[in-house]
């Protein structure tokens, strides 16, 4: 039998529960939020639930921030002085 890829061996050890036809709750630790991450918490508002761990909550800007200049910059093909 092959050994259990390190991925599958972390997501077990945050199994609370098992339930029928191999659905699993699961205990997350921490919460990685996006820009795009509106969706999930309006889905908990709409179901009358909450967040229940906010400080293990980090907000990322990583569709804000241009990694390769402004578009003014690379529309000219180099930085601005």
């Known amino acids: 039998m092959a050994p259990d890829p ?3 061996r972390d997501l077990a050890y945050h199994v609370v529960r098992s339930g ?3 659905h699993d709750l699961l205990y997350v630790d921490r919460h990685l939020v996006h820009k795009e991450s509106f969706h999930a918490f309006e889905r908990l508002r709409e179901m009358s ?3 229940r ?3 293990l909550t ?3 800007a990583d569709h804000c921030v241009p990694t390769a200049g402004t578009r003014r910059e690379r529309a ?3 930085r601005e002085r």
């Open 20 to 22: 029928p036809g191999g």
């Open 76 to 78: 000219r093909g180099g």
């Open 6 to 8: 390190i991925f599958f």
């Open 53 to 55: 761990r906010p400080d």
């Open 49 to 51: 639930r909450r967040v």
């Open 58 to 60: 980090f907000a990322t």
